[in-house]
DNA sequence: CTGAAAGCGCTTACAG
DNA sequence: CTGAAAGCGCTTACAG
């Protein structure tokens, strides 16, 4: 059905190095000659395969990106910050998922080898050093988000939570919030844990009274059941930190079937700022991760990283910012605590 | 760096063609050589070159989906039928997006082409026909959604909306609605116009006052500002259909701020039952479009069109249903009607 | 059950 | 500026 660059060679009276020359624009080509090659090769249609191509020339034009989900939202701004810097220097992106499934994990590393990938990103927390020793040991480069330092072929962007959660906790204090309570991601989820670790630690720093720390999974639902949790006990806080954006909405739900107001009876602060925080009623204050930039930088650092003599790996950090929106709020009064706020309940 | 077959093949003491053999479980093989290669195999952590072998096979096993933008919140589950589909059988999938640029239209089919895809699903409304005719002139299977009759090489799948549409009429006219506006997507995109027209005849069959038809296109803001322009008439209907879920959202916002209750004052009602609308406040009701099946029957629709001898293409169907959820309720007083929801702002 | 050889469709020194 | 030829790393009839 397709044809060949032969039969384009041909057709057009040259040798097919011509034609390969004329297409790539790699050398400098009789004008003429030029032209009717490129006549030739619009009447045929012809396009050149991509397979033969990669492996004649043996340098590989494909970078890997492996994400644990396409439905979670936190990954579209990233997949295209990723893809876009790709495309910018005519590299292609094989996107992998590993949907949380350990043998997805294992053949998604084999794919990336099999394809002859140059680089990957793995940006998934659910992968480390261990499962990912195949492809540095393939002389293929790496960078991790949120691991460890880099390393020969192995590079890492350090998000750095600290900044958001400090601008967080300021802004609770300043609204005069005494009793928090923090609905953490996962345990099995090193970012999760970064992220509970910095929030407690600053919490304390701060003298918040820290009434309850939970785990939960980075769903909607888990972040509802969390807040039922919360919502049994004696007192409630009268700020919530969640580990994501999308615990934060679960728990907004289920402090509303509680009866709970936000932010006047409750705030609520969630982490990542995805797309739908704006949307959710009322807007979540959240912890924004420049989430396009994050990708954007991951294939930079690969990119700069396989053009070192020694593949150095090297050290990114992105920065985070709180972004104020309305659920948060004054507690409902500063002089009575949340004592009061117990007691304007049982009312 | 890495190692290739022959290497395999010396070190095992056989020929490459035994070495693919054995990779592959394609022929009967001794025992013990097996047993040989697969050790050798271990030991240099040998992997086969997919590139490699797509150019020696001939017979591509990738196949192609065509999308706008990731970022859309229509996609993600699209995506993932698709892909484990395409998994389970063995086969790769290429994604690719337009980002609604038509120069990334042209080269995306023309990575596609390149690719050596079997088949591609053109899963966005921007790219019909005479942009993918390339794509069947050189042989590969292509599935529509929402395009005309199926021909030769070309599948389509019409999405159902009638059916839910006629559901969320049926739903509104229970409650007692009689004045009604339609805020539509892009008059450029094909299943905007299909869905308005549907939405239009159905409400007029039903003998609803239809106050409003608006173009917006598609993006939550759209629906804000359309949703600015209803709130600026004399007369609000007591419910507003949305072009899809998006829209939908914005218009809620946008009621929100113009001190707009929903649904007291006003129901609102989507279309796709993105993963958000149930988060929204009030949850949203909206019509459900199955994309997550979408994905799966784009897969087998090309599947099974390129083993027919003819290579006929299918047209296969998909139904909507709605889904009822907080946004819509009775009009604030059957008698009154709109007008009296007039008066009782004015007070 | 296994091997030698041709071939997949390109690219790229090497000559000229 | 252009061509002949080797080679990229596999697969697959064809023999045996």
């Known amino acids: 059905m397709s044809h060949t660059m032969s039969e384009v060679a041909t057709r057009a009276g040259v040798s097919k190095a011509t034609v390969s020359r004329v297409l790539n624009r790699t ?4 004008p003429e000659t030029e032209r009717r090659v490129l006549e030739v090769v619009r009447q045929l249609k012809y396009h050149k395969n991509v397979h ?7 340098r590989s034009d494909l970078f890997g990106l492996v994400i644990s989900e396409i439905i979670n939202p936190y990954f579209p701004e990233l997949i295209r910050g990723f893809q876009a810097e790709a495309w910018d220097r005519g590299f292609d992106v094989l996107l992998c998922n590993t949907e949380y499934n350990s043998q997805r994990r294992v053949s998604v590393i084999q794919k990336l080898i099999e394809g002859d990938v140059r680089g990957v990103a793995i940006m998934t927390a659910s992968l480390d050093r261990s499962g990912t020793s195949e492809l540095t040991a393939a002389g293929i480069g790496v960078v991790f988000c949120n691991l460890g330092p880099a390393e020969r072929l192995v590079s890492n962007i350090s998000i750095d939570y600290q900044r958001g959660i400090a601008q967080a906790i300021e802004h609770v204090v ?3 919030h005494r009793h928090a309570a923090v609905i953490a991601g996962p345990e099995d989820n090193r970012t999760a844990v970064i992220i509970k670790q910095a929030l407690v630690a600053g919490l304390n720093e701060r003298k918040l009274i820290l009434s309850a720390v939970v785990n939960s999974n980075y769903r909607v639902d888990a972040g509802a059941s969390a807040v039922r949790a919360l919502v049994a006990a004696p007192e409630l806080p009268t700020v919530i930190f969640c580990g994501n954006d999308l615990i934060a909405m679960g728990a907004m739900n ?25 949307l959710a ?7 924004r991760v420049p989430r396009e930039r994050l990708g954007t930088i991951a294939f930079q650092a690969l990119d700069k990283m396989l053009q070192l003599k020694r593949r150095k790996g090297v050290d990114y950090y992105l920065e985070t910012d709180l972004v104020i929106r309305r659920s948060t709020a004054p507690p409902r009064s ?14």
Chains 1, 2 share one sequence.
């Open 174 to 176: 300043q609204l005069g």
């Open 52 to 58: 033969a191509r990669r492996l004649a020339t043996g």
């Open 334 to 347: 500063r002089e009575l605590g949340s004592a009061g706020l117990l007691l304007e309940r049982a009312r």
């Open 281 to 287: 009623r009322p807007p979540l204050t959240t912890i």
């Open 254 to 278: 289920a402090l509303e079937e509680a009866g709970v107001r936000i932010p006047e009876d409750v705030s609520v602060i969630g982490i990542d700022d995805i797309s739908f925080a704006f």
């Open 27 to 30: 050398h400098t080509i009789a």
